[in-house]
């Protein structure tokens, strides 16, 4: 048998057993993020790898490291889902007994081997999620979902409004609010068999989960009213925040969202009696967020001025003395080398040593429970490396069972 790579008995989910059949972003981070609560979740892949298991940014030799970090703390079992015996396996491994089993996680068409029905008929409670495209099941991802609700319109700097130009995102947000959604969809349909002894097939469109976010934003009711929200590139719409340059050439980002926090910038800079004086000349309310934002070039001169004036270690310390709202820009690189928040001095991070990949630092949980301890962080399995105890387990399956199968090439060796 292999040594597990899951973590230890404990966590919140101890004992829950999710089957997740997944690619890409939203599925495999709803499941990872079940896993590092405690969940044994356990992923089935083809022979050779699924649809991500390549999927950039990779090492040298060509491991991906997009895959790795996205399916840390889970089993993984390897089976040839294009035989008949591969998808048989995989249904009763879905299906197989137990009070906290029978859940699957999936972002492939529910057919085939993934019907719901036809898993039902074998195991009567199941709860299954399947994430969707758009939500009459076609094929979607983040970023086509993103151009069609308008985000790359209002993404960017001003004068691309006059040419009409799309700028796309490179964080694909709605994908990780549909992972989150999921690992909480299943918890919910979990409570409710829990409740009533019923399952059920819960489906979760990416494209309704960017236009609810849309929506809870105001961005729908305010296309709505007629007002078309406009390109402002590195400002914070609504209220005063963008980004300054120090006289040393740092880069860094002040904001004064709420009131408290822009008289912090003002204290911390001397601007107190100069904002007062530009409020009464406009007649503007400056201690509101909406005012600050309609004066915000005249504002943004005056903090310019005063940063172009000083050092950044002089500035962080203004205005970490005044507990302003600020933040440096810096590159992933410096993130990694500089930055004490993303270091073994965070406990949420853990060093692992990742097959193919080596020792690195890696995160756990973000969630920090008072009832218990994070759970260490564990490493991604290697691709199929939990077969055999898994179809022991849960299947019954023999040593000399496993072999025959690895003989007709259901499994690899």
Known sequence: MNTPTINPTGGA??????????????????????????ADVIRIDTLGGGLDFRRWPVTADNTSLFWCGLNKSKRSVALDLGKPEGREIAMALITAPGEDAGILLTNFPPRGWLDHEKLKERREDLIQLTVQGDRHGGSAVDYTINSRVGIPYITGDESGAATNEAV???????????????AVGLLAAERHRLKTGHGQHVKLALEDVAL???SHLGLIAEAQLGQQRQRHGNELFGAFGRDFKTSDGELVIIV???LKQWQAICGAMGLTEAVKGLGERTGLNLDLEGD???ARKELGVMVEEWMTQHTYAEASAALAKQGACWGRYQTLRQLVTQDEACSLANPMFRTIDQPGVGKHLAAGLPLNFSA???????????LGQHTDEVLSELLGVTQAQYGAIVERGVVGR
């Open 292 to 294: 600050r934002f309609k």
């Open 256 to 258: 004064g969202l709420t």
């Open 212 to 214: 609810a976010v849309v």
């Open 168 to 182: 796309n995102h490179v964080l694909p947000a709605w994908d990780l609010v549909t992972g989150q959604m999921a």
């Open 372 to 382: 218990w301890e994070r759970l260490p962080v564990a490493a991604a399995p290697t």
């Open 13 to 38: 989910l101890a004992g829950v057993r999710v089957i997740e059949a997944a690619a890409f972003v939203a599925a495999p981070l709803g499941g990872m993020t079940l896993a590092q609560m405690g």
